[in-house]
């Protein structure tokens, strides 16, 4: 069973930084469109979550787009949880357009409800052993 306070699983929505950047723009709020959030500081933020989140930066291999997998080894080492235990990533492809298209939004809603369906179903079945 897992900790209090811990957490289950994480949505990681990659988005390349251009996307991000256009995607600030397009929303128009002062705060981040004008001086308020630098290209910089997303390319830090990107690179740092890739690096916790995935494998992919570390030369480890990573998974595609869209799989649930689980946190990568050298996280688990990091924060002490064995291997196969603890958290589970479902890291999804953030760049792809999806406010125009109905299609690829339902994509990502079924990819979503299939992996909170498979956290619960976990949880279930922990607290039943």
Do not use: C
């Not at 958290?87 to 809603?109: I, Q």
């Amino acid at each position: 069973m897992a900790a209090a306070g811990a957490q289950d699983g994480f949505l990681f929505l990659d988005t390349d930084v251009s996307t991000a950047m256009e995607r600030l723009k397009k929303r128009g709020r002062d705060e981040e469109t004008n001086g308020g959030v630098p290209r910089e500081y997303l390319e830090s933020l990107h690179r740092m979550h890739r690096e916790w989140l995935t494998e992919e930066d570390a030369g480890m291999g990573g998974e595609a787009a869209g799989l649930d997998r689980d946190i990568p080894t050298t996280w688990r080492q990091e924060v002490g949880l064995p291997s196969g235990q603890g958290p589970h990533v479902l890291r999804l492809d953030g760049s792809m357009e999806f406010e125009t298209s109905p299609t690829r939004a339902k994509e990502l809603a079924r990819a979503f409800e299939g992996f909170v369906r498979g956290l619960v179903e976990g949880r279930a079945r922990d607290t039943t052993n």
